[in-house]
């Protein structure tokens, strides 16, 4: 199995920055795909950003150019720079791991939520 911690997110100041980090550990499992999702209150879970299956990344028209997804292979670890938040970024954080377990196996994890909040 496969287990998935998310760390970061926080209280911020609109205009600053924070780093999200989620990191994927267990034995048996190589990564397919990689995103961050976000949910605000009273809103569906979205997308802001991903690793797709071939390695390109896709960002969420609202946050194109300040927030910045990388992944550090070596570690199953994805990040999250966010940059010049907003109060409309204000949401719980989620990381999705997409990953196939030995060898065949698709599954799907999630981090446990972080909260990130922007005030004005």
């Known amino acids: 199995q496969v287990q998935v911690v998310e760390s970061g997110g926080g209280l911020v100041q609109a205009g600053g920055s924070l780093r999200l980090s989620c990191a994927a550990s267990?034995?048996?499992?190589?990564?397919?795909?990689i995103g961050w999702y976000r949910q605000a209150p009273g809103k569906q879970r979205e997308l802001v950003a991903n690793?797709?299956?071939?390695?390109?990344?896709n960002y969420l028209d609202q946050v194109k150019g300040r927030f910045t997804i990388s992944r550090d292979n070596g570690k199953n670890t994805v990040y999250l720079q966010m940059n010049s938040l907003k109060t409309e970024d204000t949401a719980v954080y989620y990381c999705?791991?997409?990953?196939?377990?030995?060898?065949?196996?698709?599954?799907?994890?999630w981090g446990q939520g972080t909260q990130v909040t922007v005030s004005s």
């Open positions: 999705r791991f997409h990953v196939y377990y030995r060898i065949s196996i698709p599954q799907i994890y």
């Open positions: 267990g034995s048996s499992f190589s990564i397919n795909s």
């Open positions: 690793y797709s299956s071939g390695g390109s990344t």
